[in-house]
């Protein structure tokens, strides 16, 4: 079967660091992929990764190990409008997508 | 377009009635997807267009869903005998699903139905 599993809901203070993570269990893999979603809105893309290591952009990282079947997200200098959902995806196969259930990041002054 | 659209943004419907939402994507995109997404909950996929392929139609909950798509543009998603169980948002997304490349999809903004 295929299951993804993220933390529910996670707290950080504005300016710090946070890490979410993702472990993964399916039947095929072409790429990990996290979405930011803000109350009310529709997912917005972050990052992807296909190969094991950390892939940067800006104030977001995203790690990947396919061989423990898991990945992180991390932001840093958390912001306030960093307040979202995260929701990991794996592509399954061909065009085929799993979405994990998110993690709810409340960032507080 | 500029983005994925989708109409109507908001749907109040009674039990047992039919209804259908429309999905526009991202001209030049191929693929489109569907997915659902229930309140506080993550995406549940529900069927999938690649160009003039067979759709991928593996996560429709029942017979009383069903997904059209013409050629590479816009989508519809009927939802016949609507439940009350039916009541989230429906997202579309679509990708220029290029053979070899991870996938980014790109999000409508969703169609927020709700079956009284």
């Known amino acids: 079967g295929q299951n993804i599993d993220q933390p529910t809901e996670m707290t950080a203070t504005e300016g710090a660091i946070v890490q979410i993570n993702c472990t993964y269990q399916t039947s095929g893999f072409n790429g990990l992929f996290w979405y930011q979603q803000h109350a009310g809105e529709a997912p917005t893309f972050l990052s992807y990764n296909v190969l094991d290591g950390l892939e940067e952009k800006g104030r977001f990282s995203s790690f990947l190990s396919r061989s423990k079947g898991y990945s992180y997200l991390l932001l840093k200098e958390l912001q306030m409008k960093d307040s979202a959902s995260y929701l990991c995806?794996?592509?399954?196969?061909?065009?085929?997508?799993?979405f994990g259930p998110g993690t709810r990041l409340s960032v507080l002054p | 377009g500029a983005g994925v659209s989708q109409s109507p943004s908001n749907k109040v419907t009674e039990k047992g009635k039919d209804v259908e939402l429309r999905c526009d994507p991202i001209s030049g995109h191929t693929a489109l997807y569907w997915y659902r997404q229930r309140l506080g909950q993550g995406l549940e996929f529900l069927i999938y267009?690649?160009?003039?392929?067979?759709?991928?139609k593996s996560g429709l909950p029942s017979d009383r869903f069903s997904a059209e798509r013409t050629g590479e543009s816009v989508s519809t998603l009927t939802i016949q005998r609507t439940q009350q169980e039916d009541s989230a948002v429906y997202l579309c997304?679509?990708?220029?699903?290029?053979?070899?490349?991870?996938?980014?999809?790109?999000f409508g903004p969703g169609t927020r139905l709700t079956v009284l």
């Open positions: 997304a679509s990708s220029l699903a290029l053979a070899g490349i991870p996938d980014t999809q790109y």
């Open positions: 995806a794996v592509n399954n196969y061909g065009q085929n997508f799993v």
């Open positions: 267009f690649q160009g003039n392929s067979a759709p991928d």
